[in-house]
Each structure stands twice: as C-alpha cells, then as structure tokens.
C-alpha cells in the first residue's frame, strides 16, 4: 500500500483557504519511467534493475550487492547536456526517479560520490516509500531537512516529520515551533504494529537547530534528551537559559561545543559532515560509502524542471589533525551571545558566494574555531548505531499468555489447617446466601 505524500501546509491560511497549494510536477514521470532510445543493446543487468525499481523497499531481503557497472548505470542515468567536448560529463541525476537511485544504491557497490546525495522536496510522491527502506549493514539512508523560518512549520504541521524514519539533520530555526511540537516529536519514536516491531519515527536524529525559535523554552529541554542519538542541539536565541539547559541535558553529556562547523551560519550538510569525521563509521548502520543522503530544502518541486542546481561539494581535509568536539566550559557567567564582530563576519563569509570557492570560506570559519560560541550551542559525542540496536520494543500484554488462576479443587488440601478450611467453608456460604438474596430481590430466575 503506497503511504500518503508528506505535505506542509500554512496553519494560518488553512482557515480561509482549503488549499495553500496544489504542488508541482516533479522533473521525472512519476506514472512511468521516461522513454529511452538505446543505441546499443544494455547489459541483462539494466533490465533486472528496470524490474526491481518498483519495489524499492523491499531490497533488502537481497542478500548480495553486483560490483559498480559504469555500462549498465550510464544507460539508466542520463549524462548533464554539458558540450560533447567534455570527456567527464557528470550524472543528470536531478530528472532520475529517486526510485531507480535507490534501487541502484541498494542492488550495486560502490557507486560513485554523486550518487550518494539526492535532493528532494518534501512533498515528493516517492518520498514516503523511501523512509520505509530500513537501515542495514551494506546500505542506509539518512534525510537532511533543512526549512529555516518557514511559515508552514509549526507546532500544527510538525506531525508530518515524524513520518521521515532516517532524519538526521533537523533545521527548522527561526519557525514558530514550541514545547508542543517538540513532545508530538517525541511521541513519533514508536514501533510498528507488525511483526517485526520495527522503529517508526526520528530515532536517529544527530543535528537539531532551533536557533532563535521564540517558542522554545525551559520546558523543552526534558523533551530533548529522549532522542537517543542527538548530538549537537543548537538553542540559542530562544527562551531557554543556561542554568536550565544544564540541569537537564549536563547528564546526557552535552556540553558548550566551539566547533564553528556544527552550527548555524554553516549549511546543514557541512555539519554533517563534521560530525562524520568525528563519530565516524560507528554514526550509522552501514560504512560512510553506503550511506545516502536525501537533501530537503523545499516543499514542492520548481516550476522550471530543468533547474540549475549548485552542487554539494565535499570538504576535504578541512581540518589537519585531531579536533575536539566538545570544549569545557568552566565560566559560570550569564549566556551571552557571541560578539557581533564575529556574528557578522562569519555571516558576510557564508553568505557572498556558492562557488566552489565556499570551501575556502569555510576553512576561515574553522581557523577561528576556538573563540567560544554562544553557551547553548550545544554538543557531545556522537553516540554509536549500536545504541538503537540495543533498544527493544516494549512487551504488549496478550491475556491469552496469562496463566489462569488455580481453581478451588486443585489447593493442596494437605497444606490446609481446619482452621483455614473452615473460614473458606463460612465464606462460600456467605457469598452462597448473597446470590440468593439477590436473585430473589431483582426476580432473577435460578441458573
């Protein structure tokens, strides 16, 4: 059964309008796959991936992975309409069903870099059918949503993400989100109703940003620590103060962080991938090279279906030798946010170009990494995978499987005093002239 598209509506035009929004075509078919004209014929490999697409999530009962065919993925993925003259053209991956990827990311290993980032808007026809691919040894996905002061997230439309089971980054700052919408956030991690009581909701939720949420306040600090593998929580500029946050979150291990790179003005995709280099492997189910990323920075697909879109670019060796993710703060000061100097000219450094040249910009931001950030910018490190592996279902109760209660006939009469038997004697005959008075009180005929 296909799950309903996720949809964010506007809570405060919903009341005069039935609808904010119709949504947009997306730049594939999404009834069938587009029609290719093949001047060769392809490997027996194209056709057995063209017929495992549609049943995408239910891959992972393959035991094996086919090494990478560059052959078979370049007759189902279309190369970018750059100049012939480019020996290197890149994959137009952006007017790929999200389907046939997911298949491909399942059934072949290793695919190129790429491959391994998918952007996506919310409101996606495919998007639900992906949050149900479980997390396993060889592959996973991980969904990076990123909506910061949008109307349409509020503590009234919050109950959609908890329908996204692999978030990992959750960036909704400057939204009206409160206490409220955090705790029905909360009360998504359940377990399905089938027999595999399989995790539903955000349990593995790393990077939450609520900077300068209004709404957020003392009493959401206890909400936060039920997410068991959130590790770095960004509060600052909402109504939370430091004394607070330290008495309910100092126990889990989060502490003050000076890594510029874990927060906001950083994208939230360099984040993660800070926070990857720290907890390494042991961050999700499967190797770094098996895991895929779904990039939602939007509702709807764009108008234009052909859109240029800046590609990610992968920082590497950002930062010579070890760093530390978390710094001891000893100060016992009011929270006071960051000096304005540094606020601007970080925010003039991330925001002037997404050039490629943002990899140097964000090699600045890192060499001013020790001035300490605002005190409830938070981190601590990230816990491993296996923390939610050793996490079990709660037992339901089942009467059936509740042994029945020893009958009168079968006490051991042995082990009785004729002190005992006789005040059970009196009882029986006591209830006995109880039900009698009774039948005859109300006209009930004798059984």
């Known amino acids: 059964?296909?799950?309903?598209?996720?949809?964010?509506?506007?809570?405060?035009?919903?009341?005069?309008?039935?609808?904010?929004?119709?949504?947009?075509?997306?730049?594939?078919?999404?009834?069938?796959?587009?029609?290719?004209?093949?001047?060769?014929v392809p490997p027996l490999a194209y056709f057995c991936i063209r017929a495992l697409t549609p049943h995408v999530d239910q891959l992972h009962h393959l035991k094996h992975t086919v090494p990478y065919n560059r052959d078979v993925v370049s007759a189902l993925v279309p190369r970018t309409p750059l100049p012939l003259s480019v020996k290197k053209r890149p994959f137009f991956l952006s007017i790929v069903n999200p389907k046939l990827l997911a298949t491909l990311g399942q059934v072949m290993h290793p695919l190129p870099k790429e491959f391994r980032d998918y952007n996506i808007p919310l409101s996606d026809v495919h998007l639900p059918l992906l949050q149900q691919v479980p997390s396993r040894e060889n592959f996973c996905f991980?969904?990076?949503?990123?909506?910061?002061?949008?109307?349409?997230?509020?503590?009234?439309?919050?109950?959609?993400?908890?329908?996204?089971?692999?978030?990992?980054?959750?960036?909704?700052?400057?939204?009206?989100?409160?206490?409220?919408?955090?705790?029905?956030?909360?009360?998504?991690?359940?377990?399905?109703?089938?027999?595999?009581?399989?995790?539903?909701?955000?349990?593995?939720?790393?990077?939450?940003?609520?900077?300068?949420?209004p709404n957020i306040g003392n009493d959401a600090l206890p909400i936060l620590s039920k997410f068991p593998l959130l590790s770095c929580i960004d509060l600052r500029f909402t109504g939370c103060i430091r004394r607070a946050v330290s008495e309910h979150l100092a126990d889990a291990g989060f502490r003050p962080s000076s890594n510029r790179l874990l927060f906001y003005p950083v994208p939230s995709e360099i984040s993660l991938k800070q926070l990857e280099n720290l907890g390494q492997t042991s961050m999700y189910s499967c190797g770094l090279t098996s895991v895929f990323k779904l990039h939602i920075n939007k509702l709807n697909h764009s108008n234009v279906f052909f859109e240029h879109r800046t590609p990610l670019y992968t920082l590497q060796n950002m930062i010579e030798g070890p760093s530390s993710l978390i710094d001891v703060d000893a100060d016992e000061g009011p929270a006071e946010p960051a000096s304005q100097n540094v606020q601007a000219s970080t925010r003039s450094t991330f925001y002037t170009s997404r050039l490629p040249r943002r990899e140097n910009l964000i090699q600045a931001a890192v060499e001013e990494r020790k001035e300490q950030l605002h005190p409830l910018a938070l981190a601590r490190?990230?816990?491993?995978?296996?923390?939610?592996?050793?996490?079990?279902?709660?037992?339901?109760?089942?009467?059936k499987e509740e042994p029945p209660l020893p009958k009168l006939e079968f006490i051991d009469r042995a082990r009785l005093t004729k002190r005992t038997l006789s005040s059970m004697e009196d009882m029986v005959a006591t209830l006995a002239d109880k039900n009698k008075k009774r039948q005859v009180e109300y006209g009930t005929p004798d059984s």
């Open 1 to 40: 059964m296909s799950q309903p598209t996720i949809v964010l509506w506007n809570a405060q035009r919903r009341a005069t309008h039935f609808l904010d929004y119709a949504g947009t075509r997306a730049p594939y078919d999404t009834d069938r796959e587009p029609p290719k004209i093949l001047k060769t």
């Open 142 to 213: 991980i969904t990076v949503l990123a909506l910061p002061y949008r109307k349409e997230v509020c503590d009234d439309t919050i109950d959609v993400i908890c329908r996204l089971n692999t978030l990992t980054v959750l960036d909704i700052r400057g939204t009206t989100v409160g206490s409220y919408g955090l705790t029905v956030l909360a009360r998504g991690l359940s377990w399905s109703d089938d027999d595999l009581q399989s995790r539903t909701g955000c349990w593995g939720l790393r990077i939450l940003s609520l900077h300068s949420c």
């Open 381 to 399: 490190p990230p816990p491993q995978w296996s923390v939610l592996d050793a996490l079990r279902p709660p037992v339901l109760y089942d009467p």
